[in-house]
């Protein structure tokens, strides 16, 4: 399901006067995982589960992980606990901002 989608249905649930939310972590965490993908079946909606840079990257991370086993095993979270795959959103940060900032900073002559 397409993003604007998914939040369109929200809104218009919202304006019909059925209250529609969306469970949201910023977690590598599996149990933080778990919980929000059993909060999202419980409410019938969808989660939104984002990693940030630090947790996830192109190094590892420091969960040890890189995107694509990180959307490997929440998916596979999502399946083993019943949760329809349209239900799932996953984000990340699109660069690794913060290392390349601190190696920036590391390299960066004194004045």
Same mark, same amino acid.
């Given at each position: 399901m397409q993003v604007s989608t998914l939040f369109s249905r929200i809104i218009a649930s919202?304006?019909?006067?059925?209250p529609q939310g969306l469970a949201s972590v910023c977690s590598a965490h599996p149990v933080v995982i778990r919980a929000a993908?059993?909060?999202a079946i419980e409410d019938g909606g969808p989660v939104l589960v984002e990693a940030t840079a630090n947790q996830v990257n192109q190094h590892g991370g420091y969960t040890g992980m890189q995107?694509?086993?990180?959307?490997?095993?929440?998916e596979g979270e999502a399946r083993t606990l019943g +949760? @329809?795959? !349209?239900?799932?959103? +996953? @984000?990340? !940060?699109?660069?690794?901002?913060?290392?390349?900032?601190?190696?920036a900073i590391r390299t960066c002559p004194s004045t």
């Open positions: 919202r304006e019909a006067g059925a993908i059993g909060q995107a694509g086993p990180f959307r490997f095993f929440v +949760l @329809r795959p !349209d239900r799932l959103l +996953l @984000r990340g !940060d699109p660069t690794d901002a913060t290392r390349s900032r601190s190696a």
